[in-house]
């Protein structure tokens, strides 16, 4: 199995970035994307912290395979 790579809420955005999402707002320490599609408004939420926990960066993950296909999230965030 594959082990989760340790990444910034920076690393994250732009990760995201690649994909077409772009950053509409901050609000403490929360980063908002959004990118617009066929099914709508598709809205991404990321911790802007220094080192993102595990079960965090996962849940990440999750949330975002619901939008981009997990196997091209996978290189991005797994070693």
Known sequence: MPK???LSGADVVAIFQRFGFVVVSQRG???KLKRASAHGTETL???AHAELDAGTLRAIIRQAA???PEHD???HFYS
């Open 4 to 6: 989760l790579r340790r």
């Open 29 to 31: 320490s929360h980063i």
């Open 66 to 68: 619901r939008f981009v």
């Open 73 to 75: 999230l996978h290189s």
């Open 45 to 47: 939420t990321v911790p």
